[in-house]
């Protein structure tokens, strides 16, 4: 299940901070290994000697609430030495945070989520701009479109919702002037493979389609209650066990209220 070895990136700032509350929450959730890493650029002591010092701060709280590693990367990037580093030491989750400076409550794509967005090996979770996790996870919701990466989505969003005990929702945005009603029809295929994928129940699964003009305007037509977590699929496009988002995933990712967990294509 994701979330056994999770890995956050840490800057000094609000976003590196909410991003490590989720990390920290999704581990005590999963019983999972927490990972913190703060990247530098090369060739650079001091910057590395300034990382280190950002870790050392970081460590008695962190040993309040249980072990963590605290490491320091090497990385032309952020985002790249994260990617690296997670290779390096097994993480199956990267979490990051929003940028400062963004809408509240909404997900900003910094120059770090983005590179992992398009070439992270390892399932990437993005934190809201003032996110606050709280106590319970309450829902797992995955943004279905027909299509096998999706489904994959699925079987992985089901088997985390028995072991976690919480319920499996599944979304389908219908735009403009669709049809809902094909879409619904995916949607009750897509019940099915939940719960034969799961020791689920049937009324543990539901399914909504959500409408509007926009992908903004549909996500606000369904209900996201505290404690959902969002896990949305990479797209076609992507490289066999990469994440690469698509435009409309995209899109969710920033109108979304709650965490948001990207899957690499193929990821089982």
Not at 91 to 97: H, T
Not at 172 to 192: C, E, K, N, Q, W
């Amino acid at each position: 299940m994701i979330g056994e070895h999770v890995l956050a990136g840490y800057v000094h700032d609000a976003g590196g901070r909410e991003a490590l509350d989720l990390a920290r929450g999704i581990v005590a959730l999963t019983g999972g290994r927490l990972s913190v890493a703060t990247v530098h650029p090369p060739d650079l002591p001091a910057a590395a000697g300034e990382a280190r010092a950002v870790l050392d701060q970081l460590a008695d709280l962190l040993d309040a609430d249980g072990p963590a590693d605290l490491l320091v990367q090497e990385g032309r990037s952020v985002g790249r030495g994260l990617t690296v580093l997670a290779s390096r030491i097994g993480a199956d989750l990267i979490v990051v945070g929003s940028p400062e400076g963004g809408a509240r409550g909404r997900i900003g794509v910094g120059a770090a989520a983005d590179h992992l967005l398009h070439s992270a090996t390892e399932a990437v979770m993005l934190t809201p701009s003032g996110y606050a996790p709280p106590d319970d996870l309450g829902r797992i919701t995955v943004m279905y479109v027909r299509r096998p990466q999706c489904d994959e989505a699925v079987i992985r969003a089901a088997q985390a919702a028995e072991r976690l005990e919480v319920p499996l929702r599944l979304v389908t945005l219908a735009i403009g002037d669709v049809d809902p009603d094909p879409l619904r029809d995916d949607l009750a295929l897509a019940i099915r493979l939940a719960v034969d994928s799961a020791d689920l129940l049937p009324e543990e699964v539901s399914a909504e389609v959500a409408e509007g003009d926009d992908v903004a305007d549909a996500l606000d037509d369904v209900d996201w209650p505290e404690g959902e977590l969002l896990v949305c699929a990479s797209s076609e496009d992507a490289a066999a066990h990469r994440v690469f988002l698509g435009e409309v995933a995209l899109k969710v990712l920033r109108a979304a209220p709650c965490p948001v967990t990207v899957l690499p294509r193929g990821y089982y």
